[in-house]
């Protein structure tokens, strides 16, 4: 009875430990559906439609991602300060490590 308890408890320090941890990658693809999509392309995956639909001066998330110059604290950096003329997103820091981690997921 008494380890039942026990057990219990512990596994929900575990679940509410993992909630307040993780990056979700994909809460990040939410987050850049709705607000990076709109400019980036989210996938290169179809090499054309960048020429087609997308504009050379904003690359595409994946490129993005692979550039091995665009580490996540690059990235960081780059979200959590206004770049123009990309606007001022205002993501809170776990909605950027959320979109990191989306990034991170794309390049495998
Ligand atoms: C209103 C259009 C717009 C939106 C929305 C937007 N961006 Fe951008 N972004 C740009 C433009 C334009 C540039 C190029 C800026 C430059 O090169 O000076 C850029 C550049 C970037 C770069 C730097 C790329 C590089 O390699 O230099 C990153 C990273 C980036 N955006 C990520 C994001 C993410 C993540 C989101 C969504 C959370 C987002 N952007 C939403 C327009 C946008």
Redesign the pocket.
Known sequence: MKTGLYVGVLMMFFAMADVTQAADAEVGRG??DR??A???LTSDSNADSRVVRGTD???T?AS?AR?PN?SPNW?RQ??TFP?P???D?H?SHSEIDD?IAYLQGMTR
């Open positions: 987050i850049a607000w990076c709109a400019c980036h001066a904003v690359p998330l993005i550039d665009r990235l780059w979200l770049h003329p990309m606007p997103l993501l979109v």
